[in-house]
Each structure stands twice: as C-alpha cells, then as structure tokens.
C-alpha cells in the first residue's frame, strides 16, 4: 500500500508526479530542485541552490516523520560537474554521519534551468 505525500514548505510537483511516495516503511522522494516554495524564486549560484533544494527534502521528510538520519540514498544531479565540489560542501552540512549511498551525475539540463536536483530515499 502506497502512501501519497505532500507538504505546502517544498515546492509543488510541476508534472504528474508526488513529491514523495510512502511504501513498506520505506520514503521515495521525486527530485528536488531548487524553488523556494514560498515565493517560487530560485537563489542564484550552486551554493543556494543546493542549499534550498535540501531544504525541500528536509520538508518532505520531516512532514512524512523521517529525518536526514533515515536516509539511505540520494541521487545528486548537476548541470555542470565543476559544481560537485561546491555542492558536496552544502551537502555535507545536512549528512554528518552514517551517511547515505549516494550517485552523482552531470546532465545536459535540468528543470528551469537549476544547477542541481536530488533526489531521496528514507527507510524507518
């Protein structure tokens, strides 16, 4: 049995999507990008970006009752893989220990335009 969630704190699914799917204890959460989803604004530079998109996973988790400690694996996407080293140092902010599995990926584009998007997998 599946489990549709959403919160209004990350941004709304631009596409027939959820923002995160429950199943079997286990949280799949759609990529994230980065829009601010209060006022629909994306922050300039690598560094913001990623920074809100974790923000908006953050949501997504804490409205499902997980938290970056249930998470075991993200998928990092970027439009350009000079920005890795930059991301990662956000990132490694929000994962301190027992870290994730984690792939990153440069792409030819992204959605509006973003820098980067990410998406999650949380276990209870």
């Not at 704190?9 to 079997?24: D, F, L, R, T, V």
């Amino acid at each position: 049995m599946k489990k549709v969630i959403h919160t209004e704190n990350a941004p709304k699914a631009i596409g027939p999507y959820s923002q995160a799917i429950e199943a079997n204890g286990m949280l799949f959460i759609s990529g994230q990008i980065p829009v601010n989803p209060a006022t629909g604004t994306v922050p300039e530079g690598i560094t913001a970006q990623t920074e809100q998109v974790l923000k908006n996973v953050e949501a997504i988790l804490k409205e499902a009752g997980y938290g970056f400690e249930n998470v075991i694996k993200t998928t990092c996407l970027l439009s350009d893989i000079a920005n890795f080293k930059a991301m990662n140092e956000v990132y490694a902010k929000y994962y301190t220990k027992d870290c994730p599995a984690r792939a990153a990926f440069a792409v030819k584009d992204l959605p509006m335009g973003v820098l980067v998007e990410i998406e999650t997998i949380a276990a209870k």
